[in-house]
């Protein structure tokens, strides 16, 4: 995915929604956040939310919830997220904690809907950036690897449910899609993370499935 994943700067300087995730890839192939057709970087809307920090939500491995969506490990999920146009080789291990320690992929966004709860899909972006165990570390130029970024600064299509307080958000170019569903209260929204690549670097079948569970302030995603 493009723009989503497929957005790498071949020059040093982060899902493709980002969403800069280059945990485990070279400094000098940091993933760009453009939108594909647009080229306009994806940026936060206006939230209400009380501190900057409240902004940042993280997208963790659901086993830690007790939960299964996978029979894959959360670091298989993550490479094959990226293979759509990155060697997975080029990721470190990642254990998906829930938590901003170590080995995490964060999360920032908005989703923009109107009082009929359609999708603003010009208004809405997400950005992941993934925190594997190379980041901080040197490359083979002496570079620090900085976090892989995968985003989007626009959606496909996606509607909320303000009664049921559900939504869903799918994001899509011609290298894949990512799609965010789930539910939200007055503080936070909490769902999981669907990917289906349709394209793969290393030439086999393009990796689809669960990324992994997400949780988010309601006052930074929800618009």
């Known amino acids: 995915m493009k723009s989503f994943l497929a957005q790498l700067k071949i020059t040093a ?3 493709g929604l980002c969403l800069g995730l280059m945990a485990c890839a070279p400094a000098s192939m940091q993933a760009n956040l453009a939108n594909t057709s647009s080229g306009a970087t994806v940026t936060q809307a206006a939230v209400s939310c009380s501190t900057k920090t409240d902004d940042l939500g993280l997208v963790y491995d659901e086993k830690k919830d007790g939960s299964s969506y996978s029979t894959l490990s959360f670091e298989q999920r993550v490479k094959g997220l990226v293979s759509a146009t990155l060697d997975p080789s080029e990721i470190g291990s990642i254990s998906g904690e829930k938590n901003f320690s170590r080995q ?4 920032a966004g908005s989703f923009k809907f109107d009082n009929s709860g ?3 899909v010009a208004d809405t972006s997400v950005q992941l950036l993934i925190n594997d165990s190379l980041v901080g570390t ?3 130029q002496n570079v620090a690897i900085e976090p892989y970024s995968v985003g989007f600064s626009a959606a496909t ?3 909320i449910d303000r009664a049921a307080k559900t939504f869903k958000v799918i994001f899509q170019d011609s290298y894949g899609s990512i799609t965010f569903q789930g539910t939200y209260d007055a503080s936070m929204a909490r769902g999981r993370v669907d990917y289906a690549n349709t394209q793969a670097v290393s030439g086999s079948t393009p990796a689809s499935g669960v990324l992994g569970a997400f949780y988010i302030s309601t006052c930074a995603l929800i618009q």
């Open 13 to 15: 300087g982060l899902l």
């Open 138 to 140: 040197k490359d083979a």
């Open 157 to 159: 299509s996606g509607s």
């Open 104 to 107: 995490y992929i964060s999360m």
């Open 118 to 120: 359609n999708l603003q």
